[in-house]
């Protein structure tokens, strides 16, 4: 089964043209944003619109198939953020004037970790956006 490109621009569109992981933005990116299984494929998830996220390249890869990893402070599995039943503002916040992604559950700091929201790039470009007022979104 594939995906429409009607249900990729729903997608697209209920994530505000922006990765449902790290916040960033399509549209100040020039870079197409991905459709991320939420549940993998390879998993038994499915193409229908509650298993799909707009994730950005690094996100996306950054998480390949994976569901779930280890909470850096409690030390135990916890599953990934999902952007389709989770809050992004009750398990991620701005750090650092907005540079930096914190977790603030066992899912939010799975997710940063295991995804790597904080890498290099992703940092010295959310710096440039504060810069210029586009960054952090209003709504996580």
């Known amino acids: 089964m594939s995906i429409s490109s009607a249900l990729r621009q729903q997608v697209i569109e209920d994530a505000d043209y ?3 992981y790290c916040k960033a933005p399509s549209l100040i990116t ?3 944003l991905i459709m991320d299984h939420i549940f993998p494929l390879s998993l038994g998830g499915s193409d229908d619109r509650e298993n799909l996220a707009a994730a950005c390249y690094h996100c ?3 998480k390949g198939a994976k569901i779930e990893a280890v909470d850096p402070e409690t030390q135990q599995l ?3 953020f999902n952007p389709r039943i989770h809050n992004w503002t009750d398990h991620l916040s701005w750090a650092n004037s907005g540079t930096h992604i914190m977790g603030i559950t066992p899912i939010g700091r799975a997710t940063v970790i295991a995804l790597k929201l904080n890498h290099d790039y992703a940092v010295r470009a959310r710096s440039v956006w504060i810069e210029f007022g ?3 979104p209003i709504d996580g």
């Open 60 to 62: 996306n890869e950054f």
């Open 18 to 20: 922006r990765c449902a």
């Open 78 to 80: 916890a599953p990934f």
């Open 134 to 136: 586009w960054h952090p």
């Open 30 to 32: 020039g870079a197409r």
